[in-house]
């Protein structure tokens, strides 16, 4: 029997009384899930329901069973988040950053963090500050520390934009091989990553 990692009961958020999305249900056991929709169809904001960044207006959110407004950190602990842009502060290395992200995880050992640098091309880059590294290898850190968490949700935002060819392999060949055990649900425009994830599509607002 298969688990749900992550389960929306009814699911609803309005801006300024205009409805972004309601109603909205859907559950997903371990796998590649690319979340896709038009622009402002409300795919980032959805994210961020999920990641527990902010709260929904209706509706119930569980991940890896433990519901999110009642069980908040049980929940954050089985997820992993990693928005579009860099949440690093500019004056952190990338070890610093990596470090303090599996610190607050509680996460003593990331065996898988070490091949994820190499495959993302950040070696060169572990000792440089944020402040000094471009979008891209920002970016790739961001990946790095999700990718290496032991959380069973990982939530991507666009993890591909911004990133060079043999990261964006890397990041979808780790999916691939994770989604037996672990759900990456992820949004994107990029159809190549569609593609080459062998990603199930959930179109938001179809």
Known sequence: MTTDLLEVEGLG???SGLPLFRGLSFSFG???VALTGENGAGKS?????LAGVHPPQEGRIRIAGHDLA???QAARRSLAWMPDESVAYDFMTGDEFLRMVLA????REAPDLPGLLDGLGLQPHVGKRFGEMSLGTRKKFMLASGLASDAPLVLMDE???GIDAHAKACLLERMQEGGSARLF????HDR???ARSGARVFALGA
């Open 13 to 15: 958020m309005a801006y």
């Open 30 to 32: 371990p796998g590649v």
């Open 45 to 49: 904001t959805l994210l961020s329901l």
């Open 70 to 72: 009642t069980a908040p």
């Open 104 to 107: 607050l995880r509680a996460q």
């Open 159 to 161: 993890p591909t934009n």
């Open 185 to 188: 649900f992820f949004s994107t």
């Open 192 to 194: 190549e990553a569609l």
